[in-house]
């Protein structure tokens, strides 16, 4: 598949990076000649200097021969001038990133389907979206969701002194067979292990479990977790983060502070927000937080335009009391620095930009994908097609490849855990864990 992408900035190296591994067709376009020259060394891409809004430099990056075009610049103007170029070619994918939240709303005259774009990205409501779900799930660091909802893989983190540590995943299944759930991966010092019934739990694992959401309270009871939503949260920064989250947040009886240093904005969210007290301070001031309660809060949301501020607030928010911080982050590869720190969640842009776009380049009938935070890992929910090899057969005789799991199955809208004894069918939805090596097979194994 050939692929262009307009747009150089961290959501547009993280997708070249992503790509070009795979051994995908890879061309960026940017005007920063510099930043290309230097990409072009470290990625196995072509590089093209120029503006993506230029029909002449799309026709020079060869977009005539383009199946995947993506434009992810800072301009909301650029990169939908250079999708509407692209209508001009036989592209059979566009995708645009835009911060316009007037361009975002499902009954805007400016849609998708107005502009000839497949889809539409904003980071920013991504990111919010995925600090709801984290807020639902509080004991998880991560989470995602597949079947409409029907069900989560959520990551938690193994503490020091948990009963399972020690235990195999065998010893763990004896315990409570009724429970169905599945232990899709443990993450232990950097790497993805699926595991088997003789592996092992140990402090510090990271262990991602896939169960239905009606059976999150149970399977929680189970490995000693417990999520509840906080009674008072803190959000440091009152952009389009802090500000879509508390409006979110508003409709539960949680107790919602937002720090805000600019005047302006504060007038903003006093006119938009109902419950929340907008206060109009800088987040790293420490005393002024501390008289405002942040010690006894149960929830910091640190989302400043800075990713220090964001780093800073959410330390300063741990050294005197707070019980869990979500930190917006702009550096992905900080990600295992600040786990050490005692940050509990530190979520990046171009990560939540990956998980929406990654979809278009499956080759296989893919629904829904997720990346996994800090690893090499994907979870993909794909249709089993119409084959002999899936018809009727057992999920143990299947011959996944190795380095996949299938954790559900969704059978005609319902979905359930399954053993090695549940049979396939033509037809059925399939929400797989794989590491990077087995994705090229994953995809070829479910081709019609």
């Not at 990169?79 to 939240?101: D, G, Q």
């Amino acid at each position: 598949m050939r692929i262009m992408i307009v747009g150089a900035g961290q959501v547009g190296q993280y997708l070249c990076e992503k790509f070009s591994s795979e051994g995908q067709e890879v061309v960026l376009v940017d005007k920063n000649e510099k930043k290309l020259q230097r990409l072009e060394r470290e990625l196995n891409i072509l590089t093209v200097t120029g503006s993506g809004a230029s029909a002449r430099v799309l026709a020079e990056a060869g977009i005539s021969k383009t199946d995947l075009f993506i434009a992810v610049t800072d301009s909301d103007e650029v990169n939908l001038v250079a999708c509407f170029v692209s209508r001009h070619y036989s592209v059979k994918t566009r995708i645009a990133r835009v911060r316009s939240e007037e361009l975002l709303m499902p009954d805007s005259l400016l849609n998708e389907e107005v502009l000839g774009i497949d889809l539409i990205i904003s980071p920013d409501w991504a990111m919010a979206e995925e600090i709801i779900k984290l807020i639902q799930a509080s004991e998880a660091f991560d989470t995602a969701e597949f079947s409409d909802g029907q069900v989560l893989l959520l990551g938690y983190i193994v503490h020091e002194n948990h009963p399972f540590i020690g235990k195999s995943l065998y010893e763990i299944g004896t315990i409570s067979q009724d429970i169905k759930y599945v232990m899709a991966a443990i993450i232990r010092q950097g790497e993805t292990i699926i595991p088997r019934g003789e592996d092992v739990i140990q402090a510090g694992d990271k262990i991602y479990l896939m169960m239905l959401k009606s059976d999150m309270a149970k399977v929680e009871r189970l490995f000693n977790f417990s999520s509840r939503l906080p009674n008072s949260i803190f959000i440091i920064g009152g952009g389009d983060i802090g500000y879509m989250v508390a409006r979110q947040l508003e409709e539960t009886s949680i107790e919602i502070k937002i720090v805000e240093m600019d005047p302006k904005r504060c007038e903003f969210l006093s006119e938009n927000l109902a419950h929340s007290i907008v206060l109009n301070m800088d987040g790293l001031d420490a005393q002024a937080l501390l008289e405002e309660g942040i010690d006894r809060a149960d929830l910091v949301i640190a989302v400043t335009r800075s990713a220090t501020t964001n780093i800073l607030g959410s330390l300063l928010a741990k050294h005197h009391g707070t019980k869990r911080c979500i930190a917006k982050i702009t550096r992905h590869d900080f990600i295992p620095m600040l786990d050490k720190l005692g940050i509990d969640v530190a979520l990046s842009p171009r990560q939540v930009a990956a998980d929406m776009i990654i979809r278009y380049v499956r080759r296989a009938d893919i629904i829904s994908v997720a990346t996994i935070l800090d690893t090499d890992a994907e979870v993909i929910e794909v249709t089993v097609p119409e084959s002999k090899r899936f018809d009727n057969v057992a999920l143990k005789d299947l011959k996944v490849p190795a380095g996949a799991l299938v954790g559900a199955v969704v059978r005609q809208g319902r979905a359930f855990i399954p053993s090695g004894d549940s049979v396939i069918e033509p037809g059925d939805n399939l929400v797989i864990f794989f590491t990077r090596e087995a994705a090229r097979k994953v995809e070829e194994f479910f081709q019609a």
